[in-house]
């Protein structure tokens, strides 16, 4: 499934097609004491036991995405966001303003409240936009990061620029203010994944701004405030695309000096379904670092 077709240049900047398509058992959160911790931006689940390792997933999409790695490699204590207003979480504090960078904010601030000594990292898409933030702006607190296929300027997906869209960006700000407009971006995320349960639907208008948020964010300058060491996941769908998307990602992620990149080739954006057991030994890889 390729970015870029359809109505992917107002809304996949952010990976909205990340919505789980298959169902999976629900994850059971740790029992083990831990310091409190409240956010009403996201909420987390606690599984396994081991070292920490923070999942973040992309616009629109539940924690269930990472369901199939986490079974897939035990030994690591995971501890899975659900950002709210996706997938039928509870928007919280996302109902109204910024989303992206105030949930970058909590997660840092969930590390320190919980005690955790240096966790990894790993975000699809905005989640990846989402580590890279907190790895840059709060550096002491992380251990390693790893990106699943986002650039540091989300619009250099459709090859522009924060600068180049801002004036699609600027259209999506009202989107969501008519029915219409709730319906084209619902239209928009069941284009990538059968429909969604009524239950289970991500907020319009969540989506929407933290689309329009995403669309303007260039963390270009900021690569190199990350200290923890930095791989890169990215897809390849098709071998005639291969060489402009390596230099795409080598030109993004130059300025993070030493900074991996392992292309998964014959993939879509959700690199963890379309090819589990190739990111699934990436993964291992870079927890074993």
């Known amino acids: 499934m390729r970015l870029g077709k359809l109505f992917i240049a107002a809304l996949a900047l952010a ?152 004036g699609l960006a600027e259209s999506l700000r009202g989107l969501t203010e008519t029915e219409g407009g709730r319906r084209l971006v619902a239209s928009v995320v069941d284009i990538f994944a059968p429909p969604e349960k009524e239950d289970s639907r991500s907020d319009s208008d969540v989506v929407a701004r933290a689309t329009h948020e995403l669309a303007l964010t260039d963390l270009t300058p900021e690569l190199p405030r990350i200290a923890a060491p930095l791989t890169v996941v990215y897809a390849s769908p098709e071998p005639r695309e291969t060489a402009m998307i390596d230099r795409s990602y080598a030109s993004a992620y130059a300025p993070k000096r030493g900074a991996k990149l392992v292309r998964i080739d014959h993939s879509g954006h959700m690199i963890m379904y379309d090819q589990p057991a190739r990111f699934g030994a990436a993964l291992k890889t870079f927890l074993a670092q």
């Open 15 to 166: 990976g909205i097609g990340a919505v789980a398509p298959i169902a999976s058992a629900p994850l059971v959160q740790s029992k083990a004491s831990a310091p409190a911790f409240s956010s009403k931006r996201f909420s987390v689940l606690v599984k396994g036991s081991g070292p920490d390792v923070i999942l973040i997933p992309g616009l629109s999409s539940s924690r269930d995405v990472w369901s199939g790695t986490v079974a897939a490699l035990p030994g690591y204590r995971y501890h899975l966001i659900q950002v709210g207003g996706f997938a039928g979480e509870k928007p919280g504090a996302n109902a109204q303003g910024a989303v992206v960078a105030p949930v970058a904010e909590d997660i840092a601030r969930y590390i320190a409240a919980k005690g955790l000594k240096r966790p990894a990292l790993v975000g699809h898409s905005m989640g990846g936009t989402l580590a890279m933030m907190v790895a840059a702006r709060h550096p002491d607190r992380v251990g390693k990061v790893m990106v699943v296929d986002m650039l540091p300027q989300p619009a250099g997906l459709l090859g522009s620029s924060a600068t180049g869209v801002r």
